[in-house]
């Protein structure tokens, strides 16, 4: 049974923020500085943010150039024109919300790997500068082939390499850690180990009612507004939704000695994405190599992608270098069907707010301040 106190001074709020993932906390943060006087508690099931949050790869990225052509395509020009100025306004809000001594943010910049079947895409450089222009005022991507032997790539496969001086990469655990000091600074109550099992709207308010790990029985938080950010998870809270969960397989591997580049890169269409962190590199990708088995929510390891992911290592990323990988782990993402970010206020009290589709580390800012206006 709860006491008075309990009662009094725990349950009750003007904003429940679902979910601590970057979109989460950025919600949380975004209510509290434009109105510092409001209550904002953050529920967060695991012990830690346990989404796609602290599981990443740290690229700070708006598209490279293939994924920027390929989603011309898709989405069309002005639709992905404007995805991309959302993506770098977000990772300007972020630097600037926290700092970049607080993310760890190095501006090594971003690199990415083409091969023969894509040598085509080189062509096309100065039509997306052009269209891009209007956001950097300048030319994102140029041609560094001269970097190919330095960084040590197998320049048997590959045959160009595109850079993109605005792409940086920062310390993803060090940026969580700030993002959640800065919430708690602002006077954001954050309780973790709380798995929130359903809204319910009632005449005045919201209920949320979660597990308490402690004991088994059920808490009721009430809050006049309640912002859904659980991401890939919120099947379970709103099936209605339908967001699809895409698993990511990354793999760390021991510091290497003498490696050769700094910098994030991609490599075909961003289905593969590898970074230096200090002497380690940490590799991960290869969904598209088993799509279904990856629209998951379970965090397991496929083989058949970890093994592809060894194999691109050996021989193109590493090639004829000594390393050996010191372990692996998955990640969650939430998958709108139309790639795009999504804000849906449910009714006047709910809103879901979810799925930065694979770019959240860019776009989560962003997407938390339009939410909040
Ligand atoms: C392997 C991998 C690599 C990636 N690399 C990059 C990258 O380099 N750059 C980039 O920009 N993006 C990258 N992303 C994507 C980026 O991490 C996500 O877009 C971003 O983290 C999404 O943030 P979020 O807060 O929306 O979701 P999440 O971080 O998934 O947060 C959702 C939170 O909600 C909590 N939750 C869920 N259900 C409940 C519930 N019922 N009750 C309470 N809490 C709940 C979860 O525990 C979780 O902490 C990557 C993702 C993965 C998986």
Not at 223 to 252: D, H, M, W
Not at 288 to 309: G, P, R, T, V, Y
Not at 311 to 323: A, R, S, T
Request: hydrophobic share 40%; charged share 25%; glycine share 8%.
């Amino acid at each position: 049974m709860l006491s008075f106190w309990e009662k009094n001074s725990f349950l009750n709020f003007e904003h429940i923020v679902i979910g601590s993932g970057i979109l989460g906390l950025s919600v949380a943060c975004a209510l509290k500085e434009k109105n510092p006087g409001t209550t904002v508690l953050v529920l967060e099931k695991g012990i830690f943010p346990s989404g796609a949050s602290t599981k990443n790869a740290g690229f700070a990225c708006f598209g490279s150039l293939t994924e920027i052509l390929s989603d011309f395509e898709r989405t069309g020009i002005d639709e992905t024109v404007s995805l991309v100025e959302k993506r770098w306004k977000g990772i300007n809000l972020l630097r600037n919300r926290l700092g970049d001594d607080k993310t760890g943010l190095l501006n090594y910049g971003g690199y990415e790997l083409i091969d023969e079947q894509k040598l085509y895409v080189t062509d096309k450089i100065n039509f997306v500068n052009e269209k891009l222009h209007g956001i950097f005022n300048a030319d994102v991507f140029k041609m560094r082939n001269e970097m190919i032997s330095e960084f040590g790539f197998n320049s048997a496969v590959v045959k160009a390499l595109v850079y993109n001086e605005f792409e940086s990469q920062i310390d993803t655990g060090k940026m969580m850690n700030s993002l959640t000091d800065h919430a708690a600074s602002l006077g954001i109550r954050i309780i973790n180990g709380c798995n929130v099992k359903r809204i319910s709207e009632k005449e005045n308010y919201v209920r949320v009612i979660a597990s308490d790990s402690f004991s088994d029985r059920e808490i009721f938080f009430s809050g006049k507004k309640v912002y859904v950010c659980s991401n890939a998870f919120t099947k379970y809270l709103l099936p209605e939704l339908n967001i699809k969960p895409g698993r990511g397989q990354v793999l760390v591997t021991k510091p290497v000695k003498n490696l050769k580049f700094k910098g994030v890169f991609h490599y075909d269409e961003g289905f593969y994405y590898f970074r230096n962190f200090g002497d380690r590199v940490i590799f991960g990708g290869g969904r598209n190599l088993d799509f279904e088995k990856e629209e998951s929510a379970e965090f397991e390891l496929n083989e058949k992608i970890q093994n592809k992911l060894k194999e691109l290592l050996d021989n193109v990323i590493l090639f004829g270098q000594e390393y050996s990988v010191d372990y692996s782990w998955t990640g969650i993402m939430g998958f709108t069907e139309n790639k795009l970010p999504l804000i849906e206020n449910i009714s006047d009290r709910i809103s879901a707010i979810i799925s930065c589709n694979g770019m959240g580390i860019a776009l989560s800012s962003y997407i938390a301040e339009e939410a909040v206006k």
